[in-house]
């Protein structure tokens, strides 16, 4: 395929009952500094007055659809992507916003590629709480270059509402995993390397708010399951690619996060596929007979990086 010249951008939004803030959501995006072709609000079936809000927004140049059942984020997403007139994909969550110039630097770093449609654009984030108006850094891994896929396998990076990626990619990689639990960006983000370069602005142009989110993050056994979920999808090349002590690190991933969040049955799952070999093993399986969380660890100075 051939480059795209004139790059058009639709903006895609999945929604459920986001009543109180699409609104911040929205007037984030028609803020920009360069504006996108569309913005594609899809709804999944919501409760509240979402529909009544969005449909109101017409003149902020907002389309909005609506599923027929109540099928999550991915669906929505894709339908999106499906419907959208513009050459690239920015997607962005009802509930945060973007800094102004988002689209600008995206653009900017696009062009030195020729807008060539192999490319991601990705950005670093502030993470908000709009209670306390405390700002941090979200971390996030930097994924940059030609062959990230390897990154990518180790461990998650970027965040949806920070992408630029083409509808063309996106077709490519057959648009986005419906049955992904949680950790939904990472498992696109490491179909889109095998067939794209990464280009990470380190700038944080997105705001992630978090306090009270009603959302997949705070849901402590679909965290876990997500998480799973694409490290079995991906298990042959992560041995492959990585080698196994990649795979047997993600497992002690979970089996610590199992343990912080004191989910016993499942943290006794991980002991089962572990090499007993490992030090840090037998640390973890004391803690899980004292059903003491490995955050305790760090108060008396011990560190067990399980991404070591």
């Known amino acids: 395929m051939g480059k795209l010249a004139f790059p058009s951008i639709s ?6 009952n986001r009543g109180k803030t699409i609104i911040r959501c929205i007037d984030s995006i028609a803020a920009q500094t360069i504006n996108p072709l569309e913005i594609i609000v899809v709804d999944d079936c919501s409760t509240d007055d979402t529909m009544r809000i969005v449909q109101g927004l017409g003149n902020k140049g907002v389309r909005y659809i609506s599923l027929e059942a109540h099928s999550g984020a991915q669906a929505a997403r894709n ?20 800094l102004p110039r988002k689209l600008e630097k995206q653009l ?13 654009v ?14 941090a850094m979200h971390e996030i891994a930097v994924i940059d270059g030609q062959n990230v896929y390897a990154s990518l396998l180790t461990s998650n990076g970027p965040l949806f509402p920070t992408f630029l990626v083409s509808k063309a990619a996106l077709g490519k990689i057959g648009y986005l995993d419906e049955q992904v639990p949680s950790f939904q960006e990472w498992d696109t983000s490491i179909r889109l390397a095998r067939e794209c370069r990464f280009v990470h602005l380190l700038e944080p142009l997105f705001v992630y708010h978090t306090n009270a989110r009603d959302s997949i993050s705070s849901d402590r056994q679909r965290d876990i399951a997500g998480y799973q979920y694409i490290i079995d999808k991906h298990e042959s090349d992560i041995k492959r690619v990585c080698g196994y002590k990649t795979w047997e690190r993600h497992l002690f991933i979970q089996l610590e996060k199992c343990l912080c969040f004191k989910l016993t049955s499942d943290a006794d799952k991980y002991f089962d596929r572990i090499d007993k070999r490992p030090l840090k ?8 007979q004292l059903h003491v969380s490995p955050k305790l660890l760090t108060t008396f100075g011990v560190v067990l990086n399980s991404r070591e």
């Open 281 to 288: 093993y037998w640390i973890y399986w004391v803690l899980r």
């Open 79 to 98: 339908r999106g992507i499906r419907e959208a007139k513009g050459d690239w994909i920015a997607f962005q969550d009802s509930d945060d916003e973007w």
């Open 108 to 120: 900017e770093a696009l062009k030195k590629y020729k807008y060539d449609p192999w490319t991601v």
């Open 122 to 135: 990705h950005t670093n984030a502030v993470r908000l709480n709009s209670e306390t108006g405390q700002r």
């Open 11 to 16: 903006v895609i939004i999945p929604a459920y």
